[in-house]
Nanobody, 117 residues
C-alpha cells in the first residue's frame, strides 16, 4: 500500500505562482510513475502532468510552458511548480502514484487551488 499526502495549495491571484508537494509513504519502492491530476467543479478529473522514474514527463496542453513537474527519486516526493496561474486552473489537485509491476493506482486526498481574477 502507498499513502500520498499533498500540500501547498491555496488562494492566489491570476499571474501568481504556487508549488504543490506530494509525500508518499508505505511501499514507495514499488512506485513507477507519479503525477498530478485536477478536478474542477462539475468537470471530470483530468491529467495535469506526470513523471516516470526515469524522468520522462508528460503535460496537458493547457499547462505546457507554465507548470513544471519534478521528482526526488531518493524520497519519491513529487512537486508541481505552477506559474502564470489562471482562474481556469482553479480545481482540487490530486497526487497520483502508479505501482510499476501491476499498474495499481493510488490517490492523495487532494489540495484546493483557487486562482482569483
Amino acid at each position: 500500500q502507498v499513502q500520498l499526502v499533498e500540500s501547498g495549495g491555496g488562494l492566489v491571484q491570476a499571474g501568481g505562482s504556487l508549488r504543490l508537494s506530494c509525500a508518499p509513504s508505505g511501499s514507495i519502492f514499488s512506485i513507477n510513475s507519479m503525477g498530478w491530476y485536477r478536478q474542477a467543479p462539475g468537470k471530470q478529473r483530468e491529467l495535469v502532468a506526470n513523471i516516470a522514474r526515469i524522468g520522462s514527463t508528460n503535460y496537458a496542453d493547457s499547462v505546457k510552458g507554465r507548470f513544471t513537474i519534478s521528482r526526488d527519486n531518493a524520497k519519491n516526493w513529487v512537486y508541481l511548480q505552477m506559474n502564470s496561474l489562471k482562474p481556469e486552473d482553479t480545481a482540487v489537485y490530486y497526487c497520483n502514484a502508479k505501482r510499476g509491476y501491476d499498474g495499481t493506482t493510488y490517490w492523495g486526498q487532494g489540495t484546493q487551488v483557487t486562482v482569483s481574477s
